[in-house]
Each structure stands twice: as structure tokens, then as C-alpha cells.
């Protein structure tokens, strides 16, 4: 079971960036997708949670009406679209899986991407 997450980079402020989480090795229908970030010497914190169907998302209100989830079922994929970016924003972002619904709490996931670094210069 792998989880692929790539499209990081550098932005300017109030640029925008997609990051991309791939998923293979198994079908991960019944698995809810989190995206994670990490900014240095900081404590890894909630982006954004899907459910696999995509009928359920939830956001950190520090990206609420900046990030936007989704996922493409026929691609395994699961991507966050990120406007408005800020020097804030900077961090390596990681996608996650768990069984059932998505969580808060990034202890209660199975499975982990490697991260992709982001960085919003200002």
C-alpha cells in the first residue's frame, strides 16, 4: 500500500498551488483521505478531510474558503487546491488514510504519504 503525494513547490503570496495524493496496492473504498501539514518546529495539524465518496469534506478554519478537497475514484487520487496562499501556509504537506470517516486527530490514521514540501515566500 503505497500513498504518493506530489505537486508541491514555491509560490508567492496569494498564488496558488494542487498538490496530489496517489493512491495504489489496494482499493481504499471505505477509507476517508485527511491532508496533513507540518510547518517547521511545529506539530503536524489538520488541512482537510474526504470521505471516499466524496459526499463529506471538513476543513481547518485556517483554510476554510482558501483549500478545496477532492478526489477522482477511477484515478485513486486525491488532490487539495490551495488559493490564496499565504507564508502561513508553508509546510510539508502529507495525505493520509483511515478506515471509516475522517478525523481530526492524525494518530488515528493507517496509512501515510512521504510529504510534499510547499513554501509561500511573501
Known amino acids: 500500500v503505497q500513498l504518493q503525494a506530489s505537486g508541491g513547490g514555491l509560490v508567492q503570496a496569494g498564488g496558488s498551488l494542487r498538490v496530489s495524493c496517489a493512491v495504489s496496492?489496494?482499493?481504499?473504498?471505505?477509507?476517508?483521505m485527511g491532508w496533513f501539514r507540518q510547518p517547521p518546529g511545529k506539530e503536524r495539524e489538520f488541512v482537510a478531510g474526504?470521505?471516499?465518496?466524496?459526499?463529506?469534506?471538513a476543513y481547518a478554519d485556517s483554510v476554510k474558503g482558501r483549500f478545496t478537497i477532492s478526489r477522482d475514484a477511477a484515478k485513486n487520487t486525491v488532490y487539495l487546491q490551495m488559493n490564496s496562499l499565504q507564508p502561513e501556509d508553508t509546510a510539508v504537506y502529507y495525505c493520509?488514510?483511515?478506515?471509516?470517516?475522517?478525523?481530526?486527530?492524525?494518530?488515528?490514521?493507517?496509512?501515510w504519504g512521504q510529504g510534499t514540501q510547499v513554501t509561500v515566500s511573501s
Open positions: 493520509a488514510a483511515r478506515r471509516g470517516f475522517y478525523s481530526v486527530n492524525h494518530y488515528s490514521y493507517d496509512y
Open positions: 496496492g489496494r482499493t481504499f473504498s471505505g477509507y476517508a
Open positions: 474526504i470521505t471516499w465518496s466524496g459526499g463529506s469534506t
